[in-house]
Every structure is written in C-alpha cells, then in structure tokens.
C-alpha cells in the first residue's frame, strides 16, 4: 500500500527554492537517507548551495573531513560531541551509543581529541565542533569530563584558528562562564540556539553567532522567536541539524540540508523582513564565521 504524504517516514516535499542561495551552517549527511550526492544536489535545488558537516566522533569527524575534500560545498567541522567524551572516559555499558564500550579514562580521551586535532589541521575543516556542554543525557559523573573536553576544543579552535561550534543542551550559564573563563575563539557559533532573548543580548555583545533550525517555526516557541529577534542580523545563521529537527510544519518527518527554505522564511516573517534580505545576510554571515 503507498505511503500518505504524511507519514512520518515520507520525506517531506521540495520546498519553492529561494532566490538568494544560502548554507546550511549544521547537517549530518551520514545520519541522513541516500547518498551525500543525492543530498547535496536536492539541496541546491532550492538554492541551499553550502553546508558545514558536522562529525560528533573520531569516524564521524573522519568522514565530514573526507566528505569536503570531496565536495567544494562541504565544509568540514570535527569534534568530540559533549556526550561522546564521557562515553569514551567512563565507558557505555548499557550501549545507548550502540557499541558498548568499556571504561577508557583519560588515556582513551587524550588519544581521540588527539585525532580530532589532527583532522583540525586539515584546511578542508573549517571548525571545531559541536562541542560544549549538554546536561541533558549524561548525569553528573560526566560534567567535569564534558568541560574539559570543550575546554581543550576552545584551545584548539584557537590554535588552528577555526570557528567553535557549540553544543549548549540545558546548560547555557555553565556553557557562556566556561567560554568567558578560556576565551572565546574570534569566530564563536551556537548551533541550534535554545536560549532567551536575554541570553542572545549576551551573545551578541560578544559577537557571536547564534545559528537558528527547525524550533524557531514551532508555535509554541515564541521565546525563541524572541531571540532571533534580539539577535543583529550580522550574527544570524540558519541550520537544519539534520536529519534532526525538522521545520513545521513537517515536524516529526525526516530532515534534510533541502527544507532550509522552510526555516528562512519563517525567520524572514518573524524578522519583517523580505526572504531575499534575510538569505543575503545569512549567506554572508556564514561565509564569514566559518572563513570561507
């Protein structure tokens, strides 16, 4: 029997494309459906003609690394997410990541920012991240192994003189004090913002860039809209975080760099401004934070 075009494993339909081409400033083509080709060339279609990947791991860095070598579209970010570096010191037994792992300690951490490091280096990587601090999935045992993973991330996104993308899941004063204790990199992404119009006040005296993803268009999420407003629009980015987070009103439905349209103009309305200006800033502002 055919699939409804609402159901919830259906991929949402193309979008108009935009007239004014933007990027995707946070996907995961690996966790997506079909090849990176497929993905990339659906997405241009609508006028999303950049991405960043974002690796969470040692393979999955590998990869986004190996993918923008590949592709002059892709731009690579490597990082131990804050969830992964617990994993690795403390182990996964009950294997939420899937493979079990045994304790490593600080040996086994040591050897994976190592790489991370390594693959930083490399001028197809554009940034380091998402690291930060996400207390929502790992209990306190794994706070102080997250801050010192996101502490030495911020070391090197300096030394390698990359963007830091940060992960910040229910923890934004710890994320903001840890990032003005080390010093923030020049070029400073939230990806995802969750935080307050307040919280986007502090941001932004800062200079950092807040990235906007699916949330931003659910109803309830005013405070959110909120923030976007009170965010400079040379600060503003936009993100699908696919295949996570897909944009109202196809919530639930598998994500892709291709909905970014969906994303902008919601944004464009909350914003009162024309979808062209808002995808010109957006453009502009990644190519800026992410130095290409």
């Known amino acids: 029997m055919p699939k409804k075009d609402d159901d919830r494993s259906t991929p949402p339909p193309l979008p108009e494309p935009l007239a004014v081409a ?7 083509l690996d966790m997506q459906s079909g090849t990176p080709e497929e993905g990339l060339a ?43 570096a617990p994993r690795i010191y403390l182990g996964d037994p009950d294997g939420w990541s899937g493979q079990q792992r045994p304790a490593g300690g600080a040996a086994a951490l040591d050897a994976a920012l190592a790489e991370i490091d390594a693959l930083a280096a490399l001028p197809q990587v554009r940034a380091v991240g998402e690291t930060g601090l996400d207390y929502f999935r790992t209990g306190p045992e794994g706070v102080e192994i997250q801050k010192e993973s996101f502490r ?3 070391e090197m996104a300096k030394r390698h003189d990359k963007a830091l993308v940060i992960h910040d899941r229910d923890a934004h004063e710890d994320v903001i004090a840890l990032l ?9 992404v939230f990806h995802c913002y969750s935080g307050d119009a307040e919280m986007a006040k502090v941001c932004a005296e800062h200079g950092w860039y807040l990235s906007f993803a699916g949330p931003v268009t659910f109803k309830a999420n005013q405070p959110l809209r909120d923030a976007l407003i009170a965010t400079p629009l040379d600060r503003v980015l936009v993100e699908t975080d696919a295949p996570f987070l897909t944009p109202h009103p196809y919530r639930g439905r598998p994500n892709a760099p291709y909905l970014i349209p969906v994303t902008v103009r919601s944004m464009a309305a909350t914003l009162g401004l024309h979808e062209d200006e808002l995808s010109a800033a957006v453009a502009a502002n990644t190519a800026r934070a992410f130095g290409y």
Do not use: I, Y
Not at 53 to 63: A, E
């Open 22 to 28: 933007v990027a995707d400033s946070h996907t995961h």
């Open 42 to 84: 659906r997405a241009a279609s609508v006028g999303v003609t950049t991405v960043v990947q974002v690796g969470c791991d040692v393979p999955g860095s590998r990869w986004a690394a190996e993918l923008a070598a590949r592709f002059e579209q892709v731009h690579a970010a490597v990082a131990l997410h804050p969830n992964e």
């Open 152 to 154: 030495r991330h911020v």
């Open 180 to 188: 003005l204790e080390e010093g923030a990199p020049e070029r400073t």
